[in-house]
């Protein structure tokens, strides 16, 4: 298996589903890519790990999805973000960015 | 919402799914090959990548499933695997449950047919009897018959539509047997003469034609009938243009007018011709012999209803006291008409597999405790791996679901087969409305609740104190003992199920013995090779009294003529069929009594030779012979009881007596032995024979004591009947042996079942307790083996497993014998000469349940004692 795999905090991924899809429909396979490049490479996820949390994402209704054909003359499932998803977003990022902030100030306790 | 709709579309997103993971794997290898990379190897690392699809796409399911129902479905697989796993235990289970559901289901079908459907007549609850009420002094005279349910004068029925308020409509009937000729084959049906207002009253409208009016239901009114379905379809083919057709009824032109839709029936009045009753106004007829039913107004109660017509009552007892001074009535509704007899009966049968489907469950229980000793190992293991109470719990309820299921399935299949064999071992009139009686889905949703609960009494318990065990503790100690709170449990069980199945069997035996009793009463009659069949005279051809009795001697001497007949005579009512007309008489040595005092007493009228025929014995005087002739004044023949009561120290024969019916004179020729008349329970009234030969009937029932087996002569007798009146209809051709076994079909049936029912609970029960007795002694393996190594008597170790179950046998029955108390009263009203706490039943009960506690006890007291010493201390 893939032993450079990073764990994810839970919620994690979604996050970054949502973001990724802000700028637009995608389907499963361009939502992987994207999330590699932007992270360049630096957070390899087992790809496959993105469809339960895109049940997920539809189950909260936070995206919809609808069949269509790529640009590569495929038929594909394209996720849309709902506004539910954006507002979700959000509030996902502020408050990831709380702990984020309070993660850092544990891990370098000199500077406070 | 969202997952609601999934879990009902899950398959197909489960497949789009599967496509989507597909498409992904492709495009990435697609994107490797364009890179370089040679499509086997590509495809490989696209794989790879992604990750292991089926996890994958399992954890996609889930985000959608409901915890609640997957778990259910998860643990009926599982349930349905681990019985898999032990067919003995699951064989044994279900068919024990198969018995207990099964006998509730046939028993509540049976209650559904009889007691819970409605009548099919539109506001069948207004619809009620009308009885008279004879008083005391006269229900004394004839303890024999039900003094609540006294048919009607027809004097008295006219007073009664015209005294009271409470009825929109009344109506007489008289059920009269009928020859109909004319149209096909000459048949006798059942008639039933009834006023213009019996349709309303029934509420039911003609299917073709129209019913009679009021108009026609006068003195001389018009002869017009309506048909019933049935002999519609049978006799006229089911052909429309029957309405206005000519047909001979009794020897005499009718107008057919109606047919009545299928299923216009009375319950107990079957009937498949109606004709106007034209009862004369004061035509002097001073016979008790309607039947009158009534529907009451809307809002009107049964105690007005009683009220009104006791009122009623009351001024006819004023206007004419000869006939009913003191006489009162009684409002009955037609369901207490209907099933009245059969409720206590039906009811007692109901708690009988109630308590049948108690043991069951109560064994059931047991055995899925010992099975869930058994896996206390497993059960231990999974809740230290995490296992939630509630979700152990949940699995083995699940799988007792999965017993009752089965155990259902299987009882209603019982039930089914049962209820054939029940209905179609009765005479049509012994248990009413039988014909609606089928496994429906009333019957199924009834077994389906009671699966449930049954489920939940024997499932519970065990679910709940297995997933309570300690996994620790049951890791440690393994299979070597179990709590010793689950074997008081087990113990207790079983002590139940004793206690139960002797309240079940004292309650067989009584019923048992009550029917041997009835069965074995002193009849006064043999009913051996006796040949009977009904025969009605058409009313034209014979309308004259003395034709009419000629008509049947000629029969007579016909039948007797034939080779293979010892004896042949004729009755106007066969014993045992239910029916004896009653009228008042006087002594003509005596001063007349005050009007309405007369005494009363049943009346039969038979052929000379009736008591030679029955081998009803002659204790005084002659039996009637040709000098007994048409016109002259009466010959009578008075039984025991009459002798006794009205001349306790005389010879009544040689003395005359004035009847009241018809108003004739007679002379006491001779006395006869008594004999059971209407039932073989009803002790013999006071009764005077009249001779056919004086007093003609309309209708009679031939017997005839053959030599020969009797059915075989069924031929010859119709043939003499028919060369004397080829169109003489002839109907109920059996055995006297029939007959009697017929009027006792019921009571048969009630102790059968009953012994049946016990028979299912002694089993079940013997069942439980060898069951906890071996699981005991199958626990104590080691135990017994070091005994036995350090040298305990065999005969000892033996004697304890025995005591051991002896005394739980003997605990149950005490508990039983307080239990069977209360519950066997309720049988009193269906015991005949029999007491409810029968010493010799009760002591009967006992000796059975202890031999079978015995047997019981013996094999697993046996095998204790067969242990290998040295295996058993191996055994773990």
């Known amino acids: 298996m893939d032993n450079t795999r990073r764990e994810l905090f839970p919620g994690a991924l979604e996050m970054m589903v949502l973001q990724t899809l802000r700028r637009g429909p995608l389907h499963g396979y361009a939502i992987a890519q994207q999330i590699r490049q932007t992270s360049d490479d630096l957070l390899t996820i087992e790809e496959g790990t993105l469809y339960p949390a895109l049940q997920r994402l539809l189950r909260e209704g936070w995206v919809e999805a609808e069949w269509g054909i790529s640009s590569t003359n495929r038929k594909v499932r394209n996720y849309r973000v709902t506004p539910a ?28 | 919402m969202n997952r609601l709709r999934h879990l009902f579309a899950r398959r197909r997103i489960d497949t789009e799914l599967a496509e989507e993971i597909r498409g992904h794997i492709e495009e990435r290898a697609e994107e490797l090959i364009a890179e370089g990379m040679n499509p086997d190897d590509a495809l490989h690392a696209a794989r790879a990548q992604f990750g292991n699809p089926t996890f994958l796409l399992e954890e996609s399911r889930e985000v959608w499933s409901i915890m609640a129902i997957d778990n259910l479905i998860r643990d009926l697989r599982l349930g349905a695997r681990a019985l898999r796993k032990s067919p003995l235990f699951t064989a044994v289970a279900v068919l024990t449950l ?51 349910q006294n048919t009607v004068s027809p004097v008295n029925f006219l007073d009664w539509r015209a005294r009271t308020h409470s009825f929109t409509a009344m109506s007489a009937m008289e059920p009269f047997p009928m020859g109909l000729s004319g149209y096909g ?28 009016t009021a108009a026609e239901d006068v003195p001389n009114g018009p002869p017009v009938v309506v048909l019933s379905y049935s002999l519609w379809k049978e006799q006229f083919g089911g052909d429309r243009t029957v309405i206005g057709r000519h047909i001979q009824i009794s020897d005499a032109p009718c107008t057919i007018i109606g047919v009545m839709p299928q299923g216009f029936d009375l319950p107990f009045r079957h009937a498949e011709v109606w004709a106007p009753i034209q009862i004369q106004p004061g035509g002097g007829d001073e016979g008790r012999y309607l039947n009158v039913i009534a529907k009451l107004k809307p809002g009107v109660t049964m105690a007005e209803a009683q009220a009104d017509m006791n009122n009623a009552a009351r001024q006819i007892a004023q206007l004419r006291p000869f006939l009913s001074r003191d006489w009162t009535t009684n409002v009955l509704s037609i369901y207490d008409q209907t099933t009245g007899k059969v409720r206590p009966a039906l009811l007692v049968l109901f ?38 109470r509630a979700r152990i719990a ?31 071992s009765l005479p049509a009139l012994a248990l009413p409305r039988t014909e609606g009686l089928h496994v429906d889905a009333r019957v199924l949703g009834f077994s389906l609740v009671l699966c449930m609960i049954t489920t939940l009494l024997f499932g519970l318990a065990p679910a709940l104190s297995f997933s309570r065990a300690n996994p620790d503790d049951a890791l440690k100690s393994g299979l070597r003992n179990t709590s010793r709170g689950a074997h008081r449990t087990r113990a207790l069980l079983v002590m139940t199920e004793v206690a139960l199945s002797m309240v079940l069997l004292v309650g067989a035996g009584l019923m048992v013995r009550s029917f041997v009793r009835q069965t074995g009463v002193e009849r006064g009659f043999r009913t051996d090779r006796i040949l009977t069949m009904r025969m009605f005279f058409a009313t034209a051809g014979y309308s004259d009294n003395g034709r009419r009795a000629r008509y049947l001697e000629d029969v007579l001497t016909r039948v007797r003529a034939l080779p293979g007949v010892e004896a042949a005579s004729t009755a106007h009512f066969l014993p045992m069929t239910g029916i004896v007309p009653g009228s008042c008489f006087t002594r003509a040595d ?28 002659f204790l005084a005087g002659r039996d009637f012979n040709d000098h007994d002739r048409f016109g002259d004044d009466a010959a009578l023949i008075v039984n025991q009881a009459f002798a006794r009561r009205f001349f306790p120290n005389e010879d009544p024969v ?48 031939l017997v005839v004591r053959t030599a020969v087996p009797p059915m075989t002569m069924a031929r010859g007798v119709q043939e003499a ?32 079942l009953l012994g049946v029912f016990a028979g299912i609970a002694l089993v079940l029960a013997v069942v439980g307790l060898y069951g906890v007795l071996a699981y005991a002694v199958t626990q104590q393996t080691r135990e017994i083996g070091i005994r036995m190594a350090l040298g305990a008597d065999s005969g000892r170790l033996r004697r304890e497993v025995l005591t051991r179950g002896l005394r739980l046998i003997v605990i149950g029955m005490a508990g039983g014998l307080a239990l069977a108390v209360g519950p066997t009263r309720y049988v009193e009203s269906m015991l005949y000469e029999v007491k409810p706490t029968d010493p010799l039943t009760f002591a009967a009960v006992a000796a059975a349940l202890l031999i079978a506690g015995v047997l019981a006890s013996w094999l697993p007291a046996r095998r204790a004692t067969a242990v290998d010493p040295v295996l058993s201390l191996r055994w773990e």
């Open chain 2, 394 to 424: 949940g699995q083995l309820l699940a799988e007792s679901l999965l017993l009752s299921l089965a155990g259902s399935a299987a009882g209603v299949g019982l039930a089914y087969a049962g209820l054939r064999a029940i209905v179609a």
């Open chain 2, 654 to 701: 040689g003395h005359q007596l004035h009847l009241c019916w018809n108003a004739r004179h007679g002379t006491i020729v001779g006395v006869s032995a008594n004999t059971r008349q209407t039932d073989l329970k009803v002790a013999p009234n006071p009764t005077i024979f009249l001779d056919q030969a004086q007093v003609p009937m309309y209708f009679a029932a």
């Open chain 2, 98 to 148: 198969a018995l207990g559901i099964g006998a509730n289901t046939a028993i509540f079908s049976l209650i559904d047919a009889v007691m819970l459907r409605p009548l099919p007549f539109p506001d069948a609850n207004r619809i009620v009897m009308l009885w008279e009420v004879p008083p005391k002094r006269i229900q004394a005279a004839s303890p024999g018959n039900d003094p609540t």
């Open chain 2, 185 to 212: 084959e000459p048949r006798a049906v059942d008639g039933l003469r009834v006023s213009a207002d019996y349709f309303r009253v029934l509420g039911v409208a003609p299917l073709l034609g129209r019913t009679f």
């Open chain 2, 721 to 752: 009947v028919h060369a004397v009146d080829p169109d003489q209809a002839i109907s109920d051709v059996e055995t006297m042996d029939d007959v009697v076994a017929e009027s006792v079909a019921r009571p048969r049936l009630e102790s059968m």
């Open chain 2, 351 to 388: 708690g009988a597999v109630t308590l049948v489907l108690l043991i069951a469950a109560g064994n059931v229980g047991n055995l899925l405790l010992m099975r869930g000793a058994g896996r206390q190992r497993e059960i231990a293991v999974r809740v230290a791996l995490g296992a939630g």
């Open chain 2, 590 to 617: 005596r001063p007349e009594p005050a009007e309405g005092f007369a005494p009363t007493a049943d009346f039969m009228t038979v052929s000379s030779g009736y008591f030679a025929v029955m081998r009803t014995p």
């Open chain 1, 85 to 112: 998803g954006r507002k979700q977003l959000q509030r996902e990022l502020s408050s990831f960015e709380r702990m984020l902030a309070g993660v850092t100030r544990v891990l370098r306790p000199n500077e406070s």
